[in-house]
């Protein structure tokens, strides 16, 4: 697919007043779409869509240094997978939720990932929403 820099510019913008963005995965990687929503703007309807029209895996990528001081481990030891995708243990936020599959339960812990002022302690694992520490570089490095 080819670079437009006036559809970057359109989704970033769309991305910055909530709404869901489709990103698009090179033709030389996964060749698939992902739906994504800046947790401070994702709802349980934005989340119900998300789980309903994907895999339903719902992942949260954050910088090296948040997973750290989160505790969020890498899920394995030994990543061997094709692209060495590198997810940590899946969570869910500990207060005010249930079993941590639902959609409002899944926003809750999406959200609270974002959210500065927690810590390691206010999240359970392994959980409903599955962190990626993110490359250095973004998703250009992908």
Known sequence: MAYDQKRVVDAIRAFERGEIVVVMDDDGRENEGDLIVAAVHCTPE?????????????????????AKRLNLNAMVAENDSAHTTAFTVSVDFKHGTTTGISADDRTVTVRNLANPNVSASDFVRPGHIFPLVAREGGVLMR
């Open 46 to 66: 934005k989340m119900a869509f998300i789980v309903r029209y994907t895999s339903g895996i719902v992942c949260t990528p954050m910088p090296k240094e948040e």
